[in-house]
């Protein structure tokens, strides 16, 4: 069993930024793929970005360029940076967990999630 736990959300103006952090429990922490996804209000759960034990970092077209993954693997612990904030990236943001290490895109595929975190881009 996996533990995934989010925080950093909030709210934020347009333009601004915010750092949100997934902490997975598990010795093999490195492996795993690690995914965030966001969900806003009347909308499908959408990939945003991801990590896996691989070198490419996939990221949506909605946020590339403007987000950035990166992983600290002492803490077991994976930091999605938003920069740029737009009033269309308010959702709740989701960390999903895979000890398998490969690059997936569906929601449906990931075991383990935390409960998530909310942001909100004023305009």
């Known amino acids: 069993q996996v533990q995934v736990v989010e925080s950093g959300g909030g709210l934020v103006q347009a333009g601004g930024s915010l750092r949100l952090s997934c902490t997975a429990s598990g010795r093999d922490f490195s492996r795993y793929t690690i995914t965030w996804f966001r969900q806003a209000p009347d909308k499908e759960r959408e990939f945003v970005a991801l990590t896996w034990s691989g070198n490419r970092t996939p990221y949506s077209d909605a946020v590339r360029g403007r987000f950035k993954v990166f992983k600290d693997n002492t803490k077991n612990t994976v930091y999605l940076q938003m920069n740029d904030l737009k009033p269309e990236d308010t959702a709740v943001y989701y960390c999903?967990?895979?000890?398998?290490?490969?690059?997936?895109?569906?929601?449906?595929?990931?075991?383990?999630w935390g409960q998530g975190t909310e942001v909100t881009v004023s305009s």
């Open positions: 999903a967990a895979d000890p398998d290490g490969n690059i997936k895109y569906d929601a449906n595929s990931y075991p383990y």
